[in-house]
């Protein structure tokens, strides 16, 4: 993709919806999987609000939509402020009980500590999961090497189909189906860095707002861990 076709970064909060639920879109109808993530990592942002309109617009594609949250005092909020939407509003615990159906699901920051119910109702569902603004990364934290790898696993099946993350003299963006896309501020704006087909790790991003080569940066990282490697053993 040549720099005029780059995805620019959206200009508010609006736009970055707009294009979250696009690339939505984009990867429900691709059949490449289906389970996708949605994140806009933002100090603050509420959630709520952002959860309801995108529900809105997922349920014109598909009636059978269905709004999950982990926790019963989250859903009943969400009822609250989409009385009209209250039958298709659940809990984990509420969805567990009333057993699956087919269609999307979106569910809304599930945790680590939500990790063996939500992959239950992930395995057993039968149709495409949306997860916004989940946090499964330290799932696997403080377990046995069996079950870490299983979950490790089940990390590993999701795809980011929407990514939007400032950073410190930047921003990361992934826009389904185009690669991630890391943004340096300057002083005239955002300027699109680097394309990468997978998410960057933070030596990467760290490497490549500095002006450095991250490839380099790697092969010294694991020059160092083969050091303390060679000193433990």
């Known amino acids: 993709?040549?720099?005029?076709?780059?995805a620019s970064l959206p200009a508010d909060l609006q736009t970055a919806e707009a294009d979250l639920l696009n690339a939505l879109k984009a990867a429900l109808a691709s059949g490449k999987g289906a389970r996708w993530g949605a994140?806009?990592?933002?100090?603050?942002?509420r959630v709520l609000?952002?959860?309801?309109?995108?529900?809105?617009?997922?349920?014109?594609l598909d009636a059978s939509c269905r709004l999950l949250w982990p926790d019963a005092g989250a859903a009943a909020l969400a009822r609250r402020?989409?009385?009209?939407?209250?039958?298709?509003?659940?809990?984990?615990?509420?969805?567990?009980?009333?057993?699956?159906?087919d269609g999307v699901v979106l569910t809304v920051g599930p945790q680590p500590s939500d990790y063996e119910q939500f992959m239950a109702i992930c395995q057993d569902h039968r149709g495409?999961?949306?997860?916004?603004?989940?946090?499964?990364?330290?799932?696997?934290?403080?377990?046995g090497s069996v079950a870490r790898e299983r979950r490790r696993g089940f990390v590993s099946s999701w795809q980011q189909a929407y990514w939007?993350?400032?950073?410190?003299?930047?921003?990361?963006?992934?826009?389904?189906?185009?690669?991630?896309?890391?943004?340096?501020?300057?002083?005239?704006?955002?300027r699109h860095l680097?394309?990468?087909?997978?998410?960057?790790?933070?030596?990467?991003?760290a490497a490549l707002l500095a002006g450095e080569d991250?490839?380099?940066?790697?092969?010294?990282?694991?020059?160092?861990?083969?050091?303390?490697?060679g000193l433990r053993s």
Request: aromatic share 8%; charged share 25%; hydrophobic share 40%.
């Open 164 to 190: 939007l993350q400032p950073l410190e003299g930047g921003a990361l963006m992934r826009m389904f189906p185009d690669d991630w896309s890391l943004y340096r501020l300057d002083n005239d704006g955002y």
């Open 128 to 143: 495409s999961v949306v997860m916004l603004n989940g946090r499964l990364e330290d799932a696997a934290v403080g377990i």
């Open 1 to 6: 993709m040549s720099e005029a076709q780059k």
């Open 39 to 45: 994140t806009l990592r933002f100090e603050n942002l």
């Open 194 to 205: 680097a394309s990468m087909e997978s998410r960057p790790d933070p030596e990467q991003i």
């Open 49 to 60: 609000p952002v959860a309801l309109r995108l529900f809105q617009n997922l349920r014109s």
């Open 214 to 229: 991250p490839d380099s940066l790697k092969q010294q990282l694991s020059s160092v861990d083969r050091f303390i490697d």
């Open 81 to 101: 402020d989409a009385a009209d939407l209250a039958d298709s509003i659940l809990d984990f615990n509420q969805w567990s009980a009333a057993g699956d159906v």
